[in-house]
């Protein structure tokens, strides 16, 4: 199993919709948890990170980290058209020394 | 905020010539950067780990002696792609850390296209 999981989509819905974006990891031993943002031929951007079980919230996003079931999900509430991109969540390995980086999905929001 | 620049963004080269991606981090001493490669539509690939002052740690299947990484000061880390092959285009980013990977701590360049013909 690899150490974190994520379904690569692509992801498409209307404007306004509640986007889901979710990965699985497998050492229960992380402890940080970042989502990073990717418009299409830049370099990744942090949308947000947690360290803690529970929800995080800013603005239109949310971060959930439930770690009894190592699932982290990201919320984004009235998606609008500039949210297309791809989303990447990001865990640092256990050494602290490298994250390790699900597939990321691929988002886009239609008008 | 943090940034780092990377440096070209996009270049072309000939086959069999080398060619270096800057890393700089502009307002922070960066402990350690990192170097990815990332191909189309997939994620980003971690290819080595630099410190300053010491030589990078490379990940399995990642060959050394033809991404060479010089991480020379605090604020830079180079990455070399020796003797370049079309096969080596992609697009190669990097990032930088000022501290322990928690949190806000890493910040990623825009990326460099790399384009071998």
């Known amino acids: 199993q690899k150490e974190v999981e994520q379904d690569p989509g692509p992801l498409s819905v209307p404007e306004g919709a509640i986007v889901s974006l979710n990965c699985t990891y497998s050492?229960?031993?992380?402890?940080?948890f970042m989502w990073y943002r990717q418009y299409s031929r830049k370099g990744p951007e942090l949308l947000m990170y947690?360290?803690?079980?529970g929800n995080k919230e800013d603005g239109r996003f949310t971060a959930q980290v439930d770690k009894s079931s190592k699932y982290i999900s990201l919320f984004i509430r009235d998606s609008q058209p500039s949210d297309s991109a791809t989303y990447l969540c990001a865990i640092p390995n256990q050494a602290g020394t490298a994250l390790i980086f699900g597939k990321g999905t691929t988002l886009s929001v239609s008008s | 905020g943090a940034v780092v620049s990377q440096h070209p963004s996009r270049v072309i080269c000939k086959s069999g010539t080398s060619v270096k991606i800057e890393c700089r981090s502009l307002?922070?001493?960066?402990?350690?950067m990192f170097w990815y490669r990332q191909f189309p539509k997939k994620s980003l690939m971690l290819m080595a780990t630099s410190n300053e002052g010491s030589k990078a740690t490379y990940e399995q299947g990642v060959e050394k002696d033809k991404f060479l990484i010089n991480h020379a000061s605090l604020t830079l880390s180079t990455l070399t792609v020796t003797s370049a092959h079309p096969e080596d285009s992609s697009f190669y980013i990097c990032s930088a850390s000022r501290g322990s990977l928690s949190g806000n701590t890493i910040y990623f360049g825009e990326g460099s296209w790399l384009t071998v013909v």
């Open positions: 050492n229960s031993a992380f402890q940080y």
């Open positions: 307002d922070f001493q960066a402990t350690t």
């Open positions: 947690t360290y803690s079980s």
